[in-house]
């Protein structure tokens, strides 16, 4: 049917003593759906803002990804809920809210070319979600914003192009994290370490050294969680397969 990856997450909080797990999904955003089906999947306020995208691609992008949200929602929520009963709305800063009777979650939504990212975290928690695709057609224009003592971050024996994809979502994930957009000038999202994981990379920021970032690959992917120092990210399981 459509592309459909499940990547589960294990946090913790040494502070709090606190362990849990994150959901994260893939989804893609290009594949075909009954638009007489739209109805059952989104809430009215949702399918007035589905309507007003002005391209099926848009529309596509908004479906697949609410889809994928309110999915991994029902599965984590106690009771049952209809999918147009769980409303993703945006919050003052354009952020990704949910509306639901079943509070006690946050949400992050990212998409590159035909795929959305979602995860689904605790609602005491703050993240910030980026994604790419590994093509080397982005490498050039990714280049010119990095620092030279960013680029020199790059692991030893490591592919330099990958990385520089890597680093991008390190600094788009950052954004997120801060709900501030593009606007804000890359010279403040600075990256200051880059170190090995047992699955991907561990950064951190020149400007905000209580932030972590935690980067994974996965097949043609690579995503980066940006969370507080106080939490630790590690890759439990992976479901990566189109179906």
Not at 24 to 34: K, V
Request: charged fraction near 30%; aromatic fraction near 12%; hydrophobic fraction near 35%.
């Amino acid at each position: 049917m459509y592309r459909n990856d499940k990547v589960i997450l294990t946090y913790s909080d040494y502070a709090k003593q606190l362990q849990g797990e994150l959901t994260l999904g893939i989804c893609n955003t290009n594949s075909p759906y009954l638009k007489e089906g739209v109805s059952s999947i989104l809430s009215a306020d949702e399918m007035r803002e589905y309507l007003q995208k002005k391209s099926d691609k848009r529309k596509s992008e908004f479906y697949w990804s609410r889809t994928l949200a309110k999915t991994i929602l029902r599965s984590l929520y106690k009771e049952e809920h209809k999918l147009t009963d769980i409303k993703i709305a945006k919050g003052y800063l354009n952020n990704p809210i949910i509306k639901s009777k079943e509070q006690g979650y946050g949400l992050g939504i990212t998409h590159c070319d035909d795929y959305a990212a979602i995860i689904v975290f605790p609602e005491e928690m703050v993240l910030g979600l980026d994604m790419e695709k590994l093509d080397l057609k982005k490498v050039k224009s990714i280049n010119t914003i990095l620092t030279d003592k960013e680029r020199k971050l790059c692991p030893l024996n490591y592919d330099n192009d990958n990385f520089v994809i890597a680093a991008w979502t390190m600094k788009e994930a950052l954004v997120k994290f801060l709900k501030l957009g593009l606007s804000v000038n890359f010279d403040v999202m600075q990256i200051s370490s880059v170190e090995w994981t047992d699955s991907g990379f561990k950064s951190s920021y020149r400007y905000f050294p209580t932030l972590e970032a935690y980067t994974f690959f996965e097949e043609d992917f690579v995503y980066t969680i940006v969370c507080t120092n106080n939490f630790a990210l590690e890759l439990k399981k992976t479901d990566i397969k189109a179906s």
